[in-house]
Structure formats: C-alpha cells, structure tokens
C-alpha cells in the first residue's frame, strides 16, 4: 500500500521522536502484525513501533492525540476477539519490551508490573514465596498482562478467583487524552469509586496501561484433581450440578464433550474411560485437612453420578497430564478440521445442559460440526465451530452459527463473551446485550477517557464498514502447541 | 431541609432523580458522612426500594433492590448454606445492599476471597439524566463492556443512583473457628499479618484490635480440619481459642464497629500490612483503632469534638497525608488528606451526571 505524503511526513516526525529502528513501516514487517489470535480478521497498519519504555509510550501517546492518529497496543496478539487488530492508518503500539517485572513484595503480597510482562513469569517470580498470580487464561505462557488488564482475562478458576480485574490493585496508565493516571495501589483495599476496576476490561479504549499492581495468593498446598468419564453431556452436567448443589466450592471444574476429547486424543495421546460422551474434570484445592476433608464429599457425589469411570490424580505428574489434555483441546481441534472459530458465551449454569442440546441443534441445522469445551463452575461455554474456509461460504455460514449461539446465551440470561471481551468479533453483538441508552452511556465514559476515539477504535462497539474477513488457518503458535483459543 | 422523595421502584427512583436539580440517594443511614450534602440537595431514601428480584442458589447469584437492607440478605442467602463472604458492614444496624455498594466497605471476611469490589456483578442505576441503565451482567463469569458496576463501588452515590445490585455469592463454609492471637504492639501484628497472609492455612478473616494487644484468626474450613489448623497456628504464636458464642459475638461486634465511638468519628484507611505500626503510632490519645483484612484496612474512632490527627509521612521528602481514607461518621472531611484528583475523574463526572444533579465526589 501506498502511503500519502501526508502519512510519510507523521511517520518521520514519529521516527524522529524516538531511538533509531523503532519504526517499522516494511510491508514484510508489517505483515506479522495483521492479526492477531482472532485470525480470521487482517488489517495492515500505517507502522507499527516498537517501545521500551514507559516515557516512549507516554510520548508516543501524545503523538498520536496531537497528529490525530489512532493506535492499537499490543502485547503478544493473543487476543481471540481481535483486539489487537490494528487499524488502517494508524499504528500499532508494541509494548512486548517493556517487559520488567519492577518490585515483588512477598510480604505485602504484590507484584508491580510492566504491560509486557508474561503471565506466567509473574507466577515464576512469586513462587520462591510459595505465591502465584490466579487468572490463568490458556494461553498464559505468551499473552501479557497488558492484555489481560486490556480484556479482563479469565481462565479456568473464575467461579473461586475471579477475572483479571479481581487482581489488580492499581494501576498507572497513560490515556488516550495523554493524561498520565495513577489509580489504586498497593492496599488489597479501595478508598472512593474504583478507577482500577473501571480501567480493566477497558479492551483498550481508554489507554494504555504502564505498571500495573497485581496481587498474589499463597498457593494452594494441596490439589485433588478428579476426571470422571459420563455417557452422555447430561450426565456430566447434573454431577456439576450436584457438586455445586453440595456446598462445595472446586477451583476448577471444566467439561470436554465428545468431539472435544476425539481432538485431545488425537494431539496429546489424552486417556479418557472408553465409551465417555463426556468428560468432567473437577479439582479441589487448599490445606491438606481440608482437601482430605471435600475430597469425600466430592468422592460421594461422583461414586453417585452415573460415571463410567472416575479417576484420581495420585501425583503432579498425573494432574498435569488431565490438565494438558483439557488445555489442549482447543488447538487440538485443528487436527480435526482446517479451520475453526472458537466462541465465549456465557450462560446461567443451570441452563447449560439446555444451551448445549440447542448448540447440537443448531450446528445440526447449519451443517457444521460444533465441539464444546467449557468452564462448567461458571457457565462459560467455548464452543469450536469447525469449518472449511476453502469452501466459498464456509467462514460466513461460521460466524452466522456463532452469532446464534451469542444471541442464545443473552437470550438464556447470560452474555457475549466471558473472558475473551467484544473486541472486533463480537461488537456487533453488543445491542444484543445493551440497550441503545446503555450503550450511550459506555461511549460517554469512553469519551471522558477518549475523546478523539484514537485508542483502539473499532472495537466493543458496533461500526458500519467491517474490516476484511480473510482466511488465513491457525495461529503459527497454536499450530506449534504454544496457545491455544479459550 | 427539603422533602425526602421515596420511591418503591425503579421507574420511581427515576423520576424522583429527574425530579429535583440536585439529588443524593440514601440508604439505611448508617455511614452519614458519605450521604451528607448541601441544603440544596434533595435526599431520595432507598428504603422502600427493597425485595429480593432474583435468587437462584445453584447459580451462586442474587439479584436485588438497593434499599434491601443487607439483613435480610443474610438471612436469605443462610437458608440456602450461602453468604457474602465479604462480610457486609454494619448489617444489624441496618445497612442497605446499596449504601453498602456505594460506601465501598467491606468487613473481616474481605481478607480472604476479597471485597465487596470482587463479588459485584451487575448494576442498574439512575445516571444524572435520568435514564435507568444496566450495566454488568446476572451470571458469575461476564467480560461486556465497561466495568461500570465495579465503578459504584466507593463512588458514594455521586455518579448515579443505584436501583438494583448482583451479587456473586459462595457456600458458606461448615463449620469456623476462631484464634486469639497476642500481638503487644503494633510490629508483632505486622509479624503475624505478613506470616500468615502466604500460608498454608488459607485463614479465613485475620483482624486485629490495636487496643488489646490482639490478634483474631477465623478459620473456615470442614469442621474434621479445623482442630490441625488451629494447632499448628497456636503452635507458632501463643494464643488462646475463642469459645463459639465469644467468636460469634466478636465477629459480629468487628461487623457492627462496636468498638468505635457512639456518636464519634469513624474513618477507614487503604493500608499495607507494613504499614500498620506507622498508622497505630499516629494515633491521638483519645482514640479507638480497628485493623483488619490483614493489615489491609484500618478504621480510626474519635469522641464527637476530638481534633483529627495530621498523620503526615514525609514520601519523597514532601510530607503528606500518609494513605487514603474516607469518613464514614462524623465531622471531618469526606477524604481525608485530599487523594489526588486526575482530569479525566471529571470528565467521567460530566459523562454520566452532565447536569451535575449528584454532588461533586469533593463536595
């Protein structure tokens, strides 16, 4: 693409403002920031810079505020509802550098963190302190923690732990007005309305976040890890519903339908009972006397539930390989079908055997084969839907089951996404969810932060003129086993 | 002092905010600083807002009208083996789900699952043009649009006025237990806040009376875990295990502040555990201090009339006031040393309240 004069002449007063080789604008370079983990979308971007410090960013921001030019952060492009995907004509702002871990507290608890710090390299930092950092989305070995403050991450321990946003005490940020923001800090405690809690989720419409402070939680001393194999979906929905029903209060409890642990078998050799329809994997977690304590309770209801099999993790070793198998099943699938799209509705979790019979049905009517893979504990649900993106409509009939499973979870009482956020994916989606006053309302709040609407725009709200659809298989990280799409 | 407006239902709630150019909602009454507001501005009383909307227990959420005072909750939520593990404040002297929402305090359960913050899930609220709006969500895990239910959370009622709030909520646990720990001053408490907050044990609430020299632990687990767990902890600080109806009776007087001043000044600060011996030290003579979550939160009591502390830190050279902190009760400023105060907090103040009915977050 060619770009105007007037685009050059930016992009040499940015080049100028920064370190020399910070700007990159070579189409080669520009092409591994088309996407991100929502592959199915493509935009290229005027540039895309490369910053290493806070100041950069800072700078940078108020570039764009005073050129007028919009600008996507990114962080390691994980994002399942393209919300990184740069914007034509703007820039993409990378922040993987900034990448310091800048004090770990073990008495207080906390870690300050930079946007481009890993996931999981908080947890590695903490666990000398016998500490760890809750929100684990599956991808956690690459997304940042930009990211996950950006789309108020998730993972498989919401229902006990809560999101990202549940674990962050403060934050400072650079906005989009090019103010410089300090919200919260290191008290688990608030004082006046929580502008940390506003902040995260903000799926990078506000602006961008610079230190954050993350608390952390002793970690559990003990896991009791169970996978119990069911006949049919039912089945294992009403053990969830009896474990729940107990008092009992899991870390974790996930299900993998038929299709779903056909793709973990395939991938990682997972061993499930023969003849499961179903899979549920429930873990307990805590002190030793109160695991040893839950786990009979939790042993009842299972010996109760009509399990073809159930079976008890006797180490890490084998805790681990249930759990690989559960998080594999996402790239797993692709061994299934050239290409698939991964969708995150959220439905009351007593309604889950319903939604998942109608998503049967559905699929059925579509002619598209659906997998299920879902965090049962608290109604979040990611269907697969597996396409052919060779056939001329195979991406469109995709998205169009997607959106009626979207429009079934609001319908049922729930919401359009769980942990993936709206994003470019799922706007359109929004008024499914939001009234027109209500929406209003979010684009008044975004304005206070935005008013040029330069970060991100595009995404969470619905727009006329949709970016190119285009077609392009996995991610090369899920392909190579890295992340996976939940 | 003019009329309070009482409305019964939500469409009521908006009209009575359209109704006057200047409006406050106010709940049970039970932190009066955070509802006082100028001559002009017409107090609208949630209190016949009120009734449970939803509650289903297999979906560990409820749904209710802000002016339910939190007792009622309670005792709801009891019947079905369920709580807010928070710990809602001042729920006997009758406290509201709203007020409660909108002061942002939590009690001694916060130390372990987090506060009130991490257990709100959904809002609908009047904003200051008079729309009724719904923002989060009714299911426990939902990531669409702006956090604005957590927002409510310590505003005061001056960005909206709440209409109704969910909730997540837990099981509650079988069986507690509860440890009193001597902590003589003020370092051994930090000791103890610190030790504990990474261990294995998982406590459940870790409060601490600066006044006694004490520690008080709650342990909730099965009851088979509780005598090891207790055991091991008396093994590490000498201490004492409260009888069940001593526990019951403390736990309830740390909910209620019974500790404080009647009729005084009740101020909470943000701590960090660390930070717990610099707060104790600054207070005067005359008053009565509560730490709790851990060294995380800490209230101040005055007698009516008693002069409030500076409790000035030099940080990085300039002396300020030391943390952040709001008034609950009495006659001192709603914040405390003035927190600092960013431009955008404005325009998000002209965003949802552009006529400025609700008071200003300073006023």
């Not at chain 1, 269907?383 to 959106?403: F, H, Q, S, T």
């Not at chain 2, 011996?277 to 509560?290: I, K, M, Q, T």
């Given at each position: 693409?060619?770009?105007?004069?007037?685009?050059?002449?930016?992009?040499?007063?940015?080049?100028?403002?920064l370190?020399?080789?910070?700007?990159?604008e070579?189409?080669?370079?520009?092409?591994?920031?088309?996407?991100?983990?929502?592959?199915?979308?493509?935009?290229?971007?005027?540039?895309v810079?490369?910053?290493?410090?806070?100041?950069?960013?800072?700078?940078?921001?108020?570039?764009?505020?005073?050129?007028?030019?919009?600008?996507?952060?990114?962080?390691?492009?994980?994002s399942?509802?393209?919300?990184?995907?740069?914007?034509?004509?703007?820039?993409?702002?990378?922040?993987?550098?900034?990448?310091?871990?800048?004090?770990?507290?073990?008495?207080?608890?906390?870690?300050?963190?930079?946007?481009?710090?890993?996931?999981l390299a908080?947890?590695?930092?903490?666990?000398?302190y016998?500490?760890?950092?809750?929100?684990?989305?599956?991808?956690?070995?690459?997304?940042?923690?930009?990211?996950?403050?950006?789309f108020?991450?998730?993972?498989?321990?919401?229902?006990?732990?809560?999101?990202?946003?549940?674990?962050?005490?403060?934050?400072?940020?650079?906005?989009?007005?090019?103010?410089?923001?300090?919200?919260?800090?290191?008290?688990?405690?608030?004082?006046?309305?929580d502008?940390?809690?506003?902040?995260?989720?903000?799926?990078?419409?506000?602006?961008?976040?610079?230190?954050?402070?993350?608390?952390l939680?002793?970690?559990?001393?003990?896991?009791?890890?169970?996978?119990?194999?069911?006949?049919?979906?039912?089945?294992?929905?009403?053990?969830?519903?009896?474990?729940?029903?107990?008092?009992?209060?899991?870390?974790?409890?996930?299900?993998?339908?038929?299709?779903?642990?056909?793709?973990?078998?395939?991938?990682?050799?997972?061993?499930?009972?023969?003849?499961?329809?179903?899979?549920?994997?429930?873990?307990?977690?805590?002190?030793?006397?109160?695991?040893?304590?839950?786990r009979?309770?939790?042993?009842?209801i299972?010996?109760?539930s009509?399990?073809?099999?159930?079976?008890?993790?006797?180490?890490?070793?084998?805790?681990?390989?249930?759990?690989?198998?559960?998080?594999?099943?996402?790239?797993?699938?692709?061994?299934?079908?050239?290409?698939?799209?991964?969708?995150?509705?959220?439905?009351?979790?007593?309604?889950?055997?319903?939604?998942?019979?109608?998503?049967?049905?559905?699929?059925?009517?579509?002619?598209?084969?659906?997998?299920n893979?879902?965090?049962?504990?608290?109604?979040?649900?990611?269907?697969?839907?597996?396409?052919?993106?060779?056939?001329p409509?195979?991406?469109?009939?995709?998205?169009?089951?997607?959106?009626?499973?979207l429009?079934?979870?609001?319908?049922?009482?729930?919401?359009?996404?769980?942990?993936?956020?709206?994003?470019?994916?799922?706007?359109?989606?929004?008024?499914?969810?939001?009234?027109?006053d209500?929406?209003?309302?979010?684009?008044?709040?975004?304005?206070?932060?935005?008013?040029?609407?330069?970060?991100?725009?595009?995404?969470?709200?619905?727009?006329?003129?949709?970016?190119?659809?285009?077609?392009?298989?996995?991610?090369p990280?899920?392909?190579?086993?890295?992340?996976?799409?939940? | 002092?003019?009329?309070?407006?009482s409305?019964?239902?939500?469409?009521?709630?908006?009209?009575?905010?359209?109704?006057?150019?200047?409006?406050?909602?106010?709940?049970?009454?039970?932190k009066?600083?955070?509802?006082?507001?100028?001559?002009?501005?017409?107090?609208?009383?949630?209190?016949?807002?009120?009734g449970?909307?939803?509650?289903?227990?297999?979906?560990?959420?409820?749904?209710?009208?802000?002016?339910?005072?939190?007792?009622?909750?309670?005792?709801?939520?009891?019947?079905?083996?369920?709580?807010?593990?928070?710990?809602?404040?001042?729920s006997?002297?009758?406290?509201?789900?709203?007020?409660?929402?909108?002061?942002?305090?939590?009690?001694?359960?916060?130390?372990?699952?987090?506060?009130?913050?991490?257990?709100?899930?959904?809002v609908?609220?009047?904003?200051?043009?008079?729309?009724?709006?719904?923002?989060g969500g009714?299911?426990?895990?939902?990531?669409?649009?702006?956090?604005?239910?957590?927002?409510?959370?310590?505003?005061v009622?001056?960005?909206?006025a709440?209409?109704?709030?969910?909730?997540k909520?837990?099981?509650?646990?079988?069986?507690?237990?509860?440890?009193?720990?001597?902590?003589?001053?003020?370092?051994?408490?930090?000791?103890?806040?610190?030790?504990?907050?990474?261990?294995?044990?998982?406590?459940?609430?870790?409060?601490?009376?600066?006044?006694?020299?004490?520690?008080?632990?709650?342990?909730?687990?099965?009851?088979?875990?509780?005598?090891?767990?207790?055991?091991?902890?008396?093994?590490?600080?000498?201490?004492?295990?409260?009888?069940?109806?001593?526990?019951?009776?403390?736990?309830?007087?740390?909910?209620?502040?019974?500790?404080?001043?009647?009729?005084?000044?009740?101020?909470?600060?943000?701590?960090?555990?660390?930070?717990?011996?610099?707060?104790?030290?600054?207070?005067?003579?005359?008053?009565?201090?509560?730490?709790?979550?851990?060294?995380?939160?800490?209230?101040?009591?005055?007698?009516?009339?008693?002069?409030?502390?500076?409790?000035a830190?030099?940080?990085?050279?300039?002396?300020?006031?030391?943390?952040?902190a709001?008034?609950?009760?009495?006659?001192?400023?709603?914040?405390?040393?003035?927190?600092?105060?960013?431009?955008?907090?404005?325009?998000?103040?002209?965003?949802?309240?552009?006529?400025n009915?609700?008071?200003?977050?300073?006023?």
């Amino acid at each position: 693409m060619m770009k105007s004069p007037s685009s050059a002449a930016m992009l040499r007063r940015l080049t100028a403002l920064l370190p020399a080789g910070r700007v990159l604008e070579a189409p080669a370079q520009l092409a591994a920031y088309e996407s991100d983990g929502l592959t199915a979308f493509k935009t290229t971007p005027l540039a895309v810079v490369v910053l290493e410090t806070q100041d950069e960013v800072i700078a940078t921001v108020r570039f764009c505020r005073d050129e007028k030019i919009p600008f996507v952060a990114r962080g390691s492009g994980t994002s399942l509802s393209g919300g990184s995907l740069p914007v034509a004509g703007g820039i993409v702002i990378t922040l993987n550098r900034l990448n310091k871990i800048l004090r770990l507290d073990p008495a207080q608890r906390i870690a300050v963190v930079e946007p481009g710090v890993i996931n999981l390299a908080v947890t590695a930092a903490a666990q000398p302190y016998g500490l760890h950092f809750a929100p684990d989305p599956s991808s956690q070995s690459i997304c940042t923690i930009g990211g996950n403050v950006a789309f108020n991450s998730g993972g498989a321990h919401c229902l006990k732990y809560g999101m990202t946003s549940n674990h962050v005490l403060g934050l400072k940020a650079v906005l989009a007005t090019g103010e410089v923001v300090e919200f919260g800090g290191a008290s688990r405690e608030q004082v006046g309305p929580d502008w940390t809690g506003l902040f995260v989720g903000n799926e990078g419409l506000f602006g961008i976040a610079l230190e954050i402070t993350l608390q952390l939680l002793p970690r559990a001393e003990m896991f009791h890890t169970v996978l119990a194999g069911y006949r049919t979906l039912e089945q294992a929905g009403d053990a969830v519903a009896a474990v729940i029903a107990s008092g009992l209060l899991p870390g974790a409890i996930e299900i993998m339908d038929a299709l779903a642990l056909e793709a973990a078998v395939a991938a990682v050799h997972a061993e499930y009972p023969p003849d499961s329809a179903a899979v549920l994997i429930v873990e307990l977690e805590g002190p030793r006397e109160v695991v040893a304590a839950d786990r009979v309770r939790l042993d009842e209801i299972l010996a109760k539930s009509g399990a073809v099999e159930v079976k008890v993790a006797r180490d890490g070793a084998e805790r681990m390989a249930i759990w690989k198998g559960r998080k594999s099943a996402f790239s797993a699938v692709g061994r299934l079908s050239p290409d698939f799209i991964v969708q995150d509705g959220v439905v009351p979790r007593r309604r889950l055997g319903e939604a998942l019979r109608r998503i049967g049905e559905m699929s059925r009517e579509a002619g598209l084969r659906c997998a299920n893979v879902f965090h049962a504990g608290d109604g979040n649900l990611h269907p697969l839907i597996l396409y052919n993106g060779r056939e001329p409509d195979g991406l469109v009939r995709a998205e169009a089951l997607a959106g009626k499973i979207l429009r079934m979870c609001v319908e049922m009482g729930g919401s359009i996404t769980g942990e993936h956020g709206v994003g470019v994916e799922k706007r359109d989606y929004l008024p499914d969810m939001f009234s027109a006053d209500e929406i209003d309302c979010l684009k008044r709040v975004r304005a206070a932060f935005d008013p040029g609407e330069l970060a991100n725009p595009g995404k969470m709200f619905p727009v006329t003129g949709a970016p190119a659809l285009a077609q392009h298989g996995m991610h090369p990280l899920e392909q190579a086993g890295v992340i996976s799409r939940e | 002092m003019t009329a309070v407006l009482s409305p019964v239902t939500p469409a009521e709630l908006a009209d009575a905010v359209r109704s006057a150019p200047r409006v406050l909602a106010v709940g049970g009454g039970t932190k009066p600083r955070m509802s006082r507001a100028a001559a002009d501005v017409v107090k609208i009383s949630t209190v016949k807002l009120r009734g449970v909307v939803e509650y289903e227990p297999s979906e560990f959420t409820f749904t209710a009208l802000a002016g339910t005072p939190v007792r009622e909750i309670v005792a709801t939520l009891g019947e079905r083996g369920q709580y807010l593990p928070f710990d809602p404040l001042f729920s006997a002297a009758g406290a509201t789900l709203g007020g409660t929402l909108a002061s942002g305090v939590s009690g001694p359960g916060r130390f372990r699952f987090g506060g009130l913050r991490d257990f709100v899930l959904g809002v609908r609220f009047v904003d200051g043009g008079g729309r009724l709006l719904r923002l989060g969500g009714k299911v426990v895990k939902n990531a669409a649009g702006f956090d604005l239910p957590k927002f409510f959370v310590g505003s005061v009622g001056r960005f909206g006025a709440l209409a109704e709030v969910t909730f997540k909520v837990f099981p509650r646990p079988l069986a507690t237990r509860t440890l009193r720990l001597d902590a003589k001053n003020a370092t051994a408490m930090t000791e103890i806040f610190t030790a504990a907050g990474s261990a294995r044990w998982e406590l459940d609430a870790l409060d601490a009376s600066p006044g006694e020299g004490a520690v008080y632990a709650r342990l909730a687990a099965p009851a088979p875990a509780l005598d090891a767990l207790a055991k091991e902890i008396l093994s590490r600080w000498p201490g004492t295990v409260l009888a069940d109806n001593a526990a019951a009776k403390l736990w309830s007087d740390v909910v209620e502040a019974a500790w404080a001043h009647a009729g005084g000044t009740l101020v909470k600060f943000a701590l960090t555990p660390s930070q717990v011996p610099e707060f104790v030290a600054g207070f005067p003579a005359v008053a009565r201090g509560w730490v709790s979550a851990g060294g995380n939160v800490g209230y101040l009591s005055l007698p009516a009339g008693a002069a409030f502390p500076s409790f000035a830190t030099a940080t990085e050279g300039k002396p300020a006031f030391a943390w952040p902190a709001v008034t609950l009760r009495g006659d001192v400023a709603l914040w405390p040393g003035a927190p600092p105060r960013f431009e955008v907090m404005r325009a998000v103040k002209i965003a949802l309240d552009p006529q400025n009915r609700f008071p200003n977050l300073d006023d």
